[in-house]
T-cell receptor, first 111, second 113 residues
Framework: DQQVKQNSPSLSVQEGRISILNCDYTNSMFDYFLWYKKYPAEGPTFLISISSIKDKNEDGRFTVFLNKSAKHLSLHIVPSQPGDSAVYFCAASDDGNQFYFGTGTSLTVIP | DTAVSQTPKYLVTQMGNDKSIKCEQNLGHDTMYWYKQDSKKFLKIMFS???????INETVPNRFSPKSPDKAHLNLHINSLELGDSAVYFCASSQGFGRETQYFGPGTRLLVL
């Protein structure tokens, strides 16, 4: 049973515009969330995280928003750059012992 | 310098064979993991080792056996390979156990014919 879902397998955005990647989860016990970025033929690399005590965390061009009541988080990239083209995975944990990953969203930023 | 490395990068083999995938991390981390990414792109944890001790062992066939000779290495041995084992296998490591950032290797693409 997939507890973390990324329902959009792909997204295309013009360079300079905002990219919004979405993630939904079903387990209300999840309280720590991460986003990973993955280039082809490489492993995922950590991008940004958020704890459930916050509803927003910002790091440069990347902002993650958490809506606990809706069990939804999103990653905003502003402005989007061609180098941001990659697959983005969200992941969630309840006790920190393991993370549950979504299936990823492939972002293409068009120059 | 590669932080988490895996060998081989690609592995094509016949059903029924036994194969190993090696993983090494030079980050000084205490915890290492094996993940499997199947054709549907699910990235699912298989094993987690903390200081050479098994912490997480998800529902994985016992044909899969992890071996950790030391903190820097976590190898994955697979016996009697089946078609369904075809996937990308990622090794990862983290400083401690729990909510620590995991650093992933580049993946090993296994194809069982």
């Amino acid at each position: 049973d997939q507890q973390v879902k990324q329902n959009s397998p792909s997204l295309s955005v013009q360079e300079g515009r905002i990219s919004i990647l979405n993630c939904d989860y079903t387990n209300s016990m999840f309280d720590y969330f991460l986003w990973y970025k993955k280039y082809p033929a490489e492993g995922p690399t950590f991008l940004i995280s958020i704890s459930s005590i916050k509803d927003k965390n910002e790091d440069g061009r990347f902002t993650v928003f958490l809506n606990k009541s809706a069990k939804h988080l999103s990653l905003h990239i502003v402005p989007s750059q061609p180098g941001d083209s990659a697959v983005y995975f969200c992941a969630a944990s309840d006790d920190g012992n393991q993370f549950y990953f979504g299936t990823g969203t492939s972002l293409t930023v068009i120059p | 310098d590669t932080a988490v490395s895996q060998t081989p990068k690609y592995l094509v083999t016949q059903m029924g064979n036994d194969k190993s995938i090696k993983c090494e991390q030079n980050l000084g981390h205490d915890t290492m993991y094996w993940y499997k990414q199947d054709s549907k792109k699910f990235l699912k944890i298989m094993f987690s080792y903390n200081n050479k001790e098994l912490i997480i062992n998800e529902t994985v066939p016992n044909r899969f056996s992890p071996k950790s000779p030391d903190k820097a290495h976590l190898n994955l041995h697979i016996n009697s390979l089946e078609l369904g084992d075809s996937a990308v296998y990622f090794c990862a490591s983290s400083q401690g156990f729990g909510r620590e950032t995991q650093y992933f290797g580049p993946g090993t693409r296994l194809l069982v014919l």
